[in-house]
């Protein structure tokens, strides 16, 4: 069960000039798990209750977190099904989401996904994944939305060290934004969007390995437009520290008018074992919608010391940035966050 305090200096992301908020934060958290015969169910459930100390600039929250997921494994094929609903304040939302500058507000998700995977033969197989996500925002000037995506992707081993593959996907967006409800800058606009790439996963060696990507993306609505999408990641693993990058251009769904648009984001991030129960832990990330007009940064960094086998406590400290045509809003954040974990409760 995590217990944070937190300063953040600009909690809503606003332009203009604004106060500081401390935060308190308590965040009871219960993850369970049930296997019978090839059946393996799972549920996680956490409740995040947060105190603010300027309720001008942030409101006091409650905010749920409920995943249930169900596998089931045969001898040459497995399928996954689990449903999410998590709502979060803005402020804690990723490089993808790009919301509006300066709101105190909430985003709620409801989703559904399901994988199917097949083994053709001992070096190839078949993958198909799908999921339906519903979008509801509080308090700020957003669309709400609903979007369905898929995927099927054909992977070849060609080696111990090395696999190849190709992807079909896709994505559907579909405003449900109500009529005059909220005055929004843009009318949201459907999109779809569907594309293909051809990838390798290569290991070096056990401790260094990459996956690439990349191929066309065609947007079929509002316009019709053609561009491209890829990926790359790294992943280095030594004695004391891990490493990790990732470059992505991928259509998301842009929060401000709605649709989904081409962004362009880099992840970086290190960990450090300073000793057996010490560590540090270094992120870094840059997005960027150039439809849009914006772009969003983060860096951080946290001290974790593992004081005994229930308790863990955490000193970190981070800097936001987001830019866009209203302007440039900067968030510097500082916090306390004190971990009690109960393995066998």
């Not at 996680?44 to 977190?65: C, F, G, I």
């Not at 996954?80 to 998590?86: G, I, K, Q, R, T």
């Not at 081993?157 to 405003?175: D, K, P, T």
């Not at 951080?300 to 229930?310: D, G, I, K, L």
Request: proline share 6%; charged share 25%; net charge negative.
């Amino acid at each position: 069960m995590p217990a944070e305090i937190e300063y953040d200096s600009n909690p809503q992301m606003s332009v203009a000039p604004t106060s500081g908020t401390t935060f308190v934060r308590v965040t009871p958290n219960f993850v369970t798990r049930y296997v019978e015969g090839r059946d393996d169910y799972g549920l996680e459930a956490s409740l995040t209750a947060e105190k603010s100390s300027n309720q001008e600039v942030a409101q006091d929250r409650l905010d749920p977190r409920l995943r249930a997921v169900w596998k089931h494994a045969a001898p040459l094929w497995s399928s996954e099904v689990a449903a999410l609903l998590d709502r979060s304040a803005l402020r804690d939302l990723g490089l993808g989401e790009q919301v509006p500058l300066g709101s105190d507000g909430s985003r709620t998700l409801f989703g559904i996904s399901g994988r199917w995977t097949r083994d053709l033969d001992p070096r190839t197989s078949v993958a198909v994944e799908g999921s339906q996500e519903w979008e509801r925002y509080s308090g700020a000037v957003t669309p709400d939305f609903r979007r369905t995506s898929a995927e099927a992707r054909l992977t070849r081993a060609m080696s111990e060290r090395q696999s190849i593959y190709g992807l079909l996907n896709g994505q559907v967006y579909r405003s449900d934004a109500a009529p005059n409800a909220v005055p929004l800058p843009l009318d949201p606009q459907n999109s779809t969007v569907v594309g293909a790439m051809a990838g390798v996963e290569h290991a070096f060696s056990p401790l260094f390995r990459i996956d690439a990507a990349a191929g066309p993306l065609h947007f079929a609505e509002p316009d019709s437009r053609t561009g491209w999408q890829g990926a790359f990641k790294a992943e280095y693993t030594a004695e004391r520290w891990e490493a990790g990058l990732e470059l992505l251009r991928v259509p998301v769904v842009n929060a401000t008018f709605g649709g989904l648009v081409q962004s362009d984001q880099v992840r970086m991030r290190v960990r450090y074992d300073l000793d057996p129960l010490s560590r540090l832990e270094m992120e870094a990330g840059h997005g960027r919608e150039k439809a849009a007009r914006s772009s969003r940064s983060l860096a951080s960094v946290a001290w974790v010391r593992q004081m005994s086998e229930s308790w863990q406590v955490s000193l970190k400290a981070s800097v936001h940035r987001q830019a866009g045509p209203e302007g440039t809003a900067r968030s510097n954040r500082i916090g306390v966050l004190l971990q009690y974990t109960a393995p066998d409760l």
